[in-house]
């Protein structure tokens, strides 16, 4: 996140600011307690990977996901686009597959 902000220092409340610029009605912490209290912040390995064959329709990347342990809390750092991560260590060498999962992933925490 601080990458895609482009954030070289300041404080937490910069930060905010620079975040979310205009948007008063929601911040950062508030978004992230309302994640951490939901239903797939919880999820284990084997919903994550029901939800990767379901709905994101990527079921050949399952095996990485297990061997990863990615699990509901992981589930921001999918969102976040690195792809070093993406293809050096879950192995997702297609570009297509890769922003799927991100566009996924950010739905599923923003939304549930």
């Given at each position: ?96 597959h890769r922003r ?13």
């Amino acid at each position: 996140m601080v990458e895609e902000l482009q954030i070289k220092s300041g404080t937490a409340q910069d930060k905010e600011k620079k975040f979310h610029a205009i948007d008063t009605d929601i911040t950062v912490e508030e978004m992230w307690k309302t994640w951490q209290y939901s239903q797939v912040y919880n999820w284990t390995t084997e919903n994550l990977i029901t939800w990767l064959n379901d709905h994101v329709k990527l079921p050949q990347y399952a095996n990485y996901f297990r061997r990863n342990q990615i699990d509901g809390q992981f589930l921001p750092r999918l969102a976040v686009n690195d792809n070093n991560y993406y293809v050096n260590i879950m192995q997702i060498k297609d570009q297509r597959h890769r922003r799927l999962i991100m566009i996924k992933s950010t739905d599923l925490v923003l939304f549930g």
